[in-house]
């Protein structure tokens, strides 16, 4: 594999995303959410105490001060949880026609008639929506961090640690979205399996619970076979809200629940380079 | 190497449909070689596969002397696709940029090879940093034109290039095609523009329910075996041509043009030597040409029959 060929693919996947509507609106409203929430919220902070805290105007801290560091533990942790649930659902549905447009009739042919690979065609889309999915992130929990940090005078670089779980839970999601892709090349499609995997993997979380509620025997069985290799994105996300809220990570739940999310997504993203590798255009 | 492709026995199946069967073709190096057919006879299918993009279920396929698949060989190939799409935010430049940097082309030659083709295929300056969604079919074509052109290719894969462009415009791909034929390029072009292909072209091949039915030199299959004779107008001119060999076909006022079908170089030369000899004064003799319409009838018709 040729990495400046893979990169070559991945910067025109992002020179497309920068005119790409869904992507504009989804920097949109993260742009919209942290002026609203450096405009809304007033902190007053005197030696690393909140004496008084104003959100839209009604008080949220008043009478009996709060510690800088007890706010931003309980503050974090929600925009982590925010990044993992509607981060996701809107990338989901932001990044749904990139592969189908770069692999459509007339493009394809043109693209594989090049000096290029066709798995690293594959690498490069899946390189490109990982770095859109990565600066989303940043920008949100970057931004969202920077505003505090002017409102609070205290930084913290847990909520980025936190945010990498949506990261990674995304693009779990996003490898199945690009193997649908490569079969179908369409973008709805695409989407649908996107938020299939993304449902089957907030249930898979509670596994446990899940096939309690299922009739034992082959049923059970299977949905356990089924649900086995899914990423647990609830879990993902409790691991990235706890560190965020300042919890130690443990690392005994955590690296089996990233380890296997990561080898879900590579595992699709091999499955698509083969279908792309053996499909006629 | 003096043929820039080769094809032996190539099939190709989709599902249940021969798209391709037994074809075999050679395109002479440095040739401009015409594809023509009906719709559906395989000539796509059989460009794809020249390029790798389909594979071939049987036979042997080489390309500049290598395999298809081989991806270092593709810098050399320059290829429009017949419904191309360019991204629709993209600016030609921008377009042009991206396909030169996968060509592996550095940046001083992406910005000179560049500014070389947008010229050659006479896209407005002003259009090159306008983003291409809101182009005309033409200028989309044209763009695509000059990314195969790129890097001066050895071999230029066109698949309807001249596709929704208007007729200046065609003369003005025909002469670049030219030129590039002149610099040394092998041209491969699928077209169903008959009379272009007939200008521009001088190897052609018939393909009809995808095998090759007619192939070779345009010149060559162009040939009739039939003379047209324009004698000067004279008393009983019409009798010593018939008794020469020659059919009468048109009185043109001052002359009358005769007729020599089915009838060999010699043949012509006893039959215009009797008419000399009875005091005929030949003022023209013309070579009955077929165009590539009637070419591609004559190639088609026989074979369908054939296949049925």
């Known amino acids: 594999m040729n990495p400046r060929t893979v990169w070559n693919v991945a910067a025109d996947v992002l020179r497309e995303a920068v005119f790409s509507k869904y992507l504009i609106v989804l920097f949109g409203l993260i742009f919209l959410g942290l002026v609203t929430l450096a405009l809304a919220l007033d902190l007053e902070v005197v030696d690393g105490m909140i004496s008084a805290g104003k959100l839209f105007g009604?008080?949220?801290?008043?009478?009996?001060?709060?510690?800088?560091?007890?706010?931003?533990?309980?503050?974090?942790?929600?925009?982590?949880?925010?990044?993992?649930?509607?981060?996701?659902?809107?990338?989901?549905?932001?990044?749904?026609?990139?592969?189908?447009?770069?692999?459509?009739?007339?493009?394809?042919?043109?693209?594989?008639?090049?000096?290029?690979?066709?798995?690293?065609?594959?690498?490069?889309?899946?390189?490109?929506?990982?770095?859109?999915?990565?600066?989303?992130?940043?920008?949100?929990?970057?931004?969202?961090?920077?505003?505090?940090?002017?409102?609070?005078?205290?930084?913290?670089?847990?909520?980025?640690?936190?945010?990498?779980?949506?990261?990674?839970?995304?693009?779990?999601?996003?490898?199945?979205?690009?193997?649908?892709?490569?079969?179908?090349?369409?973008?709805?499609?695409?989407?649908?399996?996107?938020?299939?995997?993304?449902?089957?993997?907030?249930?898979?979380?509670?596994?446990?619970?899940?096939?309690m509620l299922i009739k034992s025997g082959v049923t059970r069985d299977l949905a356990a076979l089924v649900?086995?290799?899914?990423?647990?994105?609830?879990?993902?996300?409790?691991?990235?809200?706890?560190?965020?809220?300042?919890?130690?990570?443990?690392?005994?739940?955590?690296?089996?629940?990233?380890?296997?999310?990561?080898?879900?997504?590579?595992?699709?993203?091999?499955?698509?380079?083969?279908?792309?590798?053996?499909?006629?255009? | 190497m003096t043929v820039a492709l080769r094809a032996r026995g190539i099939e190709k199946r989709f599902g249940s449909v021969r798209a391709v069967t037994g074809l075999d073709l050679e395109v002479p190096l440095g040739a401009c070689f015409g594809l023509i057919g009906e719709n559906g006879a395989g000539k796509t299918t059989f460009i794809k596969m020249v390029l790798g993009i389909t594979r071939p279920n049987a036979g042997e396929l080489s390309v500049l002397g290598g395999s298809p698949h081989d991806v270092t060989l593709r810098r050399h190939i320059g290829y429009l696709p017949e419904r191309l799409q360019i991204p629709e935010s993209f600016s030609p430049l921008r377009f042009l940029a991206s396909v030169g940097r996968v060509k592996g082309l550095t940046r001083p030659q992406i910005v000179d090879e560049t500014r070389r083709v947008l010229e050659l295929v006479g896209l407005d300056p002003v259009?090159?940093?306008?983003?291409?969604?809101?182009?005309?079919?033409?200028?989309?074509?044209?763009?695509?034109?000059?990314?195969?052109?790129?890097?001066?290719?050895?071999?230029?894969?066109?698949?309807?290039?001249?596709?929704?462009?208007?007729?200046?415009?065609?003369?003005?791909?025909?002469?670049?095609?030219?030129?590039?034929?002149?610099?040394?390029?092998?041209?491969?072009?699928?077209?169903?523009?008959?009379?272009?292909?007939?200008?521009?072209?001088?190897?052609?091949?018939?393909?009809?329910?995808?095998?090759?039915?007619?192939?070779?030199?345009?010149?060559?299959?162009?040939?009739?075996d039939a003379f047209r004779v324009r004698f000067k107008k004279a008393d009983g001119d019409v009798d010593h041509a018939t008794a020469a060999g020659f059919a009468p076909v048109d009185d043109l006022g001052d002359s009358r043009v005769f007729k020599l079908e089915g009838q060999s170089a010699e043949a012509l030369s006893a039959a215009l030597a009797k008419a000399l000899g009875a005091g005929l004064i030949v003022l023209e003799v013309m070579p009955e040409l077929k165009d590539l319409e009637t070419i591609l009838r004559e190639a088609i018709v026989p074979s369908a029959r054939g296949a049925a």
Not at chain 1, 246 to 261: F, H, K, L, N, T
């Open chain 1, 58 to 211: 009604g008080t949220i801290i008043g009478g009996q001060s709060m510690a800088v560091g007890e706010l931003l533990t309980s503050i974090m942790p929600v925009i982590v949880y925010l990044v993992c649930f509607l981060g996701t659902i809107f990338m989901i549905i932001a990044v749904a026609d990139i592969a189908p447009r770069v692999l459509q009739p007339g493009r394809v042919e043109l693209t594989l008639s090049l000096p290029i690979r066709r798995h690293e065609l594959v690498a490069g889309i899946y390189l490109g929506v990982l770095i859109i999915a990565a600066s989303s992130t940043l920008f949100g929990i970057g931004g969202a961090s920077m505003v505090l940090f002017v409102k609070l005078k205290m930084a913290s670089a847990a909520p980025l640690v936190g945010a990498l779980c949506a990261l990674v839970g995304f693009l779990a999601i996003y490898g199945v979205m690009l193997a649908t892709s490569c079969v179908a090349r369409s973008p709805a499609l695409s989407a649908g399996f996107g938020f299939l995997v993304f449902g089957a993997g907030l249930a898979t979380s509670d596994r446990r619970l899940v096939l």
């Open chain 1, 227 to 281: 649900m086995g290799p899914l990423p647990r994105l609830k879990t993902l996300a409790d691991i990235g809200g706890e560190y965020a809220g300042g919890q130690a990570i443990r690392w005994g739940e955590a690296v089996p629940v990233i380890g296997g999310s990561v080898a879900f997504g590579l595992f699709f993203v091999a499955l698509a380079c083969i279908v792309v590798t053996v499909k006629d255009y």
């Open chain 2, 127 to 224: 259009a090159w940093k306008r983003s291409t969604g809101g182009f005309s079919k033409g200028m989309r074509q044209r763009t695509g034109l000059a990314a195969a052109l790129l890097g001066r290719p050895k071999l230029l894969v066109l698949d309807e290039p001249t596709d929704g462009i208007d007729p200046l415009g065609r003369a003005q791909i025909r002469d670049l095609i030219a030129d590039a034929v002149r610099e040394g390029t092998t041209v491969f072009l699928n077209s169903h523009l008959l009379a272009e292909t007939e200008k521009i072209c001088d190897h052609v091949a018939v393909l009809s329910q995808g095998r090759v039915v007619v192939r070779g030199a345009l010149d060559v299959l162009k040939r009739k």
